[in-house]
């Protein structure tokens, strides 16, 4: 199965995403392409096989701050912000981001 990337890159795009998280699990990929750490993120991510929003920190600068703004979690570059209920339910950046990690916080099976 391959991963979906869905690119947003506005406040409403992702005021939707939060109202969806309320009747699903999403997961948000803060991606810097220019990055080597975020590549390797980017490509741990590629093997979720599930659908990951993500925003090109790079590009979407007050975006990422909307974001930091309405979850609270602060911005870092690569993240992850898995989304539940409306709520951030789990984190992770940098090294911390690995396949295995994003699908158990996520509750995703292989």
Known sequence: MTTRFNSISDVEALDDLIEQSRSATVILFNH?????ISARAFSQME??????????????????RQIQDRTGVRHESPQVIVLRDGQPSWSASHFEI???AVLSAASITE
């Open 32 to 36: 810097d392409p220019h990055c080597p």
């Open 98 to 100: 690995t396949t295995d």
């Open 47 to 64: 093997q979720l096989g599930n659908d990951v929003m993500l925003v090109d920190v790079s590009r979407e600068r007050s975006l990422t």
